[in-house]
């Protein structure tokens, strides 16, 4: 075998190396040389100056009419607790359950409420939002498939599950979301003259969300909603079993209660207020309330001073843009003030 | 020594493949070396800096979110968010855009890099990721958390939403800030930046949408049926994912925008330079590199001006012999 160096042999294997070498190489596409056509922003002086001016001025104009708009929201809050000190002081003893005790609150309402009228309740320092309260529900049970709670899954919630004064039978509905419902009945009236004192008509119905009362929760199905809800018990602190919540009108009784599904419907803050009525727009009442006085006839059952919380009873009236929080449209008019402040500072950006 | 170094690149020839077999980086010619380097070496660690950071503030913004709630809720660890939807952000809709920054983005260009190869420093003395800038992008997290969470808060707070409905439109202005403080990271923006940016955000509906669609009684205590549709059917959701966006992101935007102006390192001024067209990007360079130089002897005067030749590497290949020279008689 010759060791003696052969440049014609050496040079076919170059090309041949060479050949291998091609074949490792990367492909020539765009991406994996990364030379893909790309586009460097290129903010002018004057694209960008007239941009930060459409938006200021957009900011602006939808600031102000958001606060116009919350402006001629009108609302009446009237806070309860105090002015129904005797039936708080009583609901502080879970003794006195049975005694009902019922407050008026007159007032004077010194101009229309146009339009469409709700009334709502206001609770403070009340943490739906607690995370065991959260968890504690059945979800299966209140679409009506599993009524008597045969599979949950949580562990921690048993005082609300099974009542242990009736050997153990599940209660429906189950938890404590449900057990410890809003209970106060508040009815308005009002007093056309001294004489005369009419009921303001309110509407239960329509209170709630359309997919919660027909999709989310479902009555257990039977011919008479009493004999559905058979081998359950009802929820310690309510006075009424589940299927006599209204017995004027089936599509609100049982699970269905509009109350009912609007309390389950956990509030995001300790200070909320929930729905409770709304304006039936008939006969005297037809372009809403009128000014006058008014009185709340309320039966206090709801204990919050052991928590110190407090409850208000809230009329309002709806645009567009929700409530009368002013927050919104502040944001948007400080936004569009100050966006064009800074736009004298521009050049190339980064 | 490959061993040794904390990247060793190896050069593959004829006296065998074992020095690219134990190396990180192999290439074929010394030439080669010079790209690698100023090139790619300063766009690996731009890069990977500018990712990293990006990652630390994605994540502090988004669980800050969760940890401001606390204070609403008693501190009992209660989250206004579904989880399903709290894991598919960090999973689906805020993953792709970052991995494609740290893959594609160019945030000086290839010529200007080479032409110029003080730029290189900058990743030795670690400019895109110290102390200063990782504590400045913890703060600017805070506080965009801090507005993502307050504007809504302050905009429901006395009325009657309920927990996940008050997630919803913080988890999509949540979202929308992130993306759009990525928007503002690119330097270069391919058809591959602005699809994965636009499709991690319709995404994010659709996947929503749907699953708020199809979940009556799936994941307690969420269930979240109907949220997303009701919210989008809402005003004041549209109107609070407008403007809470763009106040969480106005001063990071001023402040780019002052360092822009005023900044006064290396890398804004090639970035500058980038922006011109080629022509006066030529004579910029060379007034640069002109700076750089102590006074001319006449001879290397005549290399200095020669005009710097723009893109391929070809070119560049037989110009760097001699524009590398005159450097060696500094």
Redesign the interface.
Known sequence: MSQKYNPITWRTKMKKTSQI?QSKLPDNTALKQ?Q???????LSATGVLSGFFA?GAF?LG?GII?ILSAKSIKEIEIKYTKICANCAELREDAINFDKECTCSIPFYLSETMQGNVYL?Y?LYGF??????Y??S?S??QL?G?DLKVRLY??WYNTPFFKDQSHNGTPIAPCGAIANSIFNDTIILSYNLNSSIHMEVPMLRSGIT?W?DKY??FRNPSAINLSSAFTGTAKPPYWSKPVYELDLEDTENNGFLNDDFIVWM???????????YRRLNRVQYFIEGLPAGNYSFNITYNFPVTRFKGEKSVVLSTLT????S?L??GL??TV?GS??PG?NY?????? | MIHAADIGIGISGQEGLQAVMSSDFAISRFRHLKKLLLVHGHWCYSRLARMVVYYFYKNVCYVNLLFWYQFFCGFSGSTMIDYWQMIFFNLFFTSLPPLIFGVLDKDISAETLLALPELYKSGQNSECYNSMTFWICIVDAFYQSLVCFFIPYLTYKDSDIDVFTFGTPINTISLATILLHQAMEMKTWTIIHGLVLAGSFLMYFVVSLVYNAICINCNSPTNPYWVMEGQLSDPTFYLICFVTPVTALLPRYFFLSLQGTYGKSLILKAQKIDKLPMDKRDLEIQSWRNRQRPAPIPEEAQHTHHPVPPVPEQDFRANSPKSSSPSKYK
């Open positions: 070498c990364q893909l056509p790309a586009y460097r922003l290129q938006t900011c939808v958001l709502y206001k943490y739906q939002n607690l995370y065991r959260i968890l529900r979800n299966s679409v498939t899954l949580i969300w997919t999709v989310k419907r956990t509030a995001a803050f300790p200070t909320f207020k929930k729905l567009w843009s929700g409530g929080s927050f919104l944001a948007y936004t100050s966006l800074r500072r521009l050049s190339n950006n980064c």
